[in-house]
């Protein structure tokens, strides 16, 4: 596992962007692009990371960016690793579809699909903030129970999409869930997935202050509570092995380290939450991470 004072310190992200204070996309995809040696292409729909890169000809990053349209990243991004594959550069340029939680779970999932199904030769990561946090906080498949969005005033009723085991059932070599909290463990699967071929899942957790209503400097620590209090699980699945790895690995030893109570107090979306509601998200957390205690063991 790589440490942090290990990552590289170059970068190919240029200063300044328009992204709000405090996303975590900003602290994730450095060390994405970090790891995959700046060589990429990457494929982006309409969401916050396009804000994040700039309008033409401006650009916060300093790769190859194509924006394309919300329901056809993989779709997209499959055309990109033909064209390289035709011009004998596809051992140069690493092609990586980045999509958010709404162009994935719900907008996207049927071109995700088809790729997974074909194998077609990417990276697909999807950087989950919950909600379509672009176009004004809107309720997403991957949306937690409970949380209030412009679209589900009371809390939304039904628990978020596992899309990495939805992945996972189109026999795809590599699944991944990491968090953009844990800057070491983004670094090291994505590094993992560039020295493997096929499509490569990637989902990473990416707290939002302004749509979760936090303060911007909270970004981090409520990423690493999400974590200790179960609701994120750091773990990979390769070629069928499933291993949990970094703090949820720790955390397998140990015990989780919080409660969605305490996860819950901290953001406004959850405002109002019932005592039964938390018991509903709890219970549902302890049986998920239960299964997840059971893979690791080889059960």
């Known amino acids: 596992m790589t440490r942090i004072t290990d990552l590289p310190a170059e970068s190919i992200m ?100 088809g790729a997974a199904e074909r194998n077609e030769d990417m990276i697909y990561l999807c950087y989950d903030n919950e909600a379509y946090m672009n176009t004004g906080t809107q309720r997403s498949g991957s949306t937690p129970q409970g949380a209030r969005t412009t679209t589900t005033w009371s809390g939304k009723k039904e628990n978020p999409k596992d899309v990495p085991a939805i992945m996972e059932a189109h026999n795809v070599g590599y699944v991944a869930s990491t968090s953009a909290a844990y800057p070491t463990d983004v670094y090291d699967k994505v590094a993992k997935a560039r020295g493997l071929s096929g499509l490569r899942y990637i989902h990473m957790n990416t707290p939002c202050p302004s749509g979760w209503s936090f303060d911007p400097k909270d970004t981090v620590r409520l990423g690493r509570l999400a974590v200790d209090a179960g609701l994120v699980v750091l773990y990979e699945v390769q070629d069928g092995e499933f291993h949990l790895t970094g703090r949820s690995a720790a955390l397998a030893k140990s015990g989780l380290k919080a409660t969605v109570a305490e996860y819950v107090a901290t953001q406004g979306r959850f405002r109002g939450m019932s005592p039964e509601t938390i018991a509903e998200i709890q219970a549902w957390v302890d049986k998920r991470w239960a299964g997840f205690l059971k893979r690791e063991a080889g059960e």
């Open 14 to 113: 240029l200063p300044g962007n328009r992204a709000c204070a405090g996303c975590g996309i900003g602290i994730a995809l450095r060390q994405i692009t970090s790891a995959l040696d700046g060589k990429l292409v990457l494929v982006n729909p309409a969401s916050c990371l396009t804000v994040l890169g700039g309008m033409y000809p401006t650009a916060s990053v300093a790769v190859p960016w194509l924006n394309i349209a919300f329901p056809s990243t993989a779709a997209s991004a499959s055309g990109v690793a033909a064209g390289l594959r035709a011009m004998g550069r596809a051992d140069e340029m690493t092609v990586l579809a980045m999509a958010g939680d709404g162009g994935t779970a719900d907008i996207g999932i049927q071109a995700l699909s």
